[in-house]
């Protein structure tokens, strides 16, 4: 692993703005609490000793990351479970903003 230190921008751009876990886009500008704010998501959990640096990083929606708890594998069908919730949350979100007057 890398120790090259921590800057969520530089996490961002290594992650081409997708999320590792569900393949999704994600925004930046969406803050937490909301599910689809965007964090960083050790790869080897910093509870089994992962570091908290940009080689351990990879950003994850807050839902995703969520889901994916400290288990350092992601399994296929935790992927597609992933990508088929944040599509859900985007699209509410889209509906909720095109609502708006």
Do not use: W
Not at 30 to 45: C, E, G, I, K, Q
């Amino acid at each position: 692993m890398s120790d090259i230190p921590l800057h969520f921008a530089d996490v961002y751009e290594q992650s081409n703005g997708k999320c590792h876990i569900c393949e999704l886009p994600v925004d930046r500008s969406v803050l937490p609490p909301n599910r689809l704010a965007s964090t960083a998501d050790h790869v080897l959990p910093s509870s089994l000793g992962g570091a908290h640096s940009l080689g351990n990083v990879q950003l994850a929606h807050l839902t995703c990351n969520s889901s994916k708890g400290v288990h350092p594998q992601l399994t296929e069908g935790l992927r597609l479970r992933m990508k088929r919730k944040v599509a859900l949350l985007i699209r509410e979100a889209e509906d909720a903003r095109a609502a708006l007057p």
